[in-house]
């Protein structure tokens, strides 16, 4: 009887914890949500960097391996000319940013972090076009090399 009494009350707070997680998530059952402000952007373009090779490094500076990257830059559509006639400084501020960034991962080291690979080359991008010239930095391949 016990058992059947702490199995119960076990179920009850699984289930009571999954619905105010689902609640608190997805805002169901909540008051509706404010329609933000749409503001008139102007169109995107995606510029693609072609291949980057990176080398995967550790955190203690040890060499891993190597990947070869592909990245898309998401500008407006009026800045896209100006990002690819400024690519070979993109190209330089990332080799520069890349030997001394850990981004190796996995057990064997030849996995790449992508998201560490992402933030990089966004700050690659602002020091080579701007600020706010790139909206969003897509990295769309990662392969080992």
Same mark, same amino acid.
């Given at each position: 009887?016990?058992?059947?009494?702490v199995?119960?009350l076990g179920?009850?707070?699984?289930?009571?914890?999954?619905?105010y997680?689902?609640?608190?998530?997805?805002g169901?059952?909540?008051?509706p949500?404010q329609?933000a402000k749409v503001?008139?952007?102007?169109?995107?373009k995606?510029?693609?960097?072609?291949?980057v090779?990176?080398? #995967? !490094?550790?955190?203690?500076?040890k060499?891993a391996?190597? *990947?070869?990257?592909e990245?898309?830059?998401? %500008?407006?559509? +009026?800045?896209?000319?100006?990002v690819?006639?400024?690519?070979?400084?993109l190209?330089h501020?990332?080799?520069?940013r890349?030997?001394?960034?850990?981004?190796?991962a996995?057990?064997?080291g030849?996995?790449?972090?992508?998201e560490?690979?992402?933030? #990089? !080359?966004d700050?690659?991008?602002t020091e080579a076009?701007? *600020?706010?010239?790139?909206r969003?930095?897509? %990295?769309t391949? +990662?392969?080992p090399?």
């Amino acid at each position: 009887m016990l058992v059947l009494i702490v199995a119960l009350l076990g179920g009850l707070a699984a289930g009571g914890g999954t619905a105010y997680a689902m609640i608190k998530m997805l805002g169901i059952g909540g008051a509706p949500a404010q329609e933000a402000k749409v503001e008139k952007e102007e169109p995107a373009k995606f510029v693609p960097t072609g291949k980057v090779l990176v080398p #995967l !490094v550790f955190a203690d500076g040890k060499l891993a391996g190597y *990947a070869s990257m592909e990245v898309q830059l998401q %500008v407006d559509e +009026a800045k896209a000319e100006f990002v690819s006639q400024r690519m070979p400084l993109l190209l330089h501020a990332i080799n520069m940013r890349t030997y001394r960034t850990p981004m190796a991962a996995g057990p064997d080291g030849m996995l790449p972090d992508l998201e560490g690979f992402r933030k #990089l !080359v966004d700050g690659a991008a602002t020091e080579a076009f701007g *600020a706010k010239v790139v909206r969003k930095v897509a %990295v769309t391949a +990662a392969n080992p090399a």
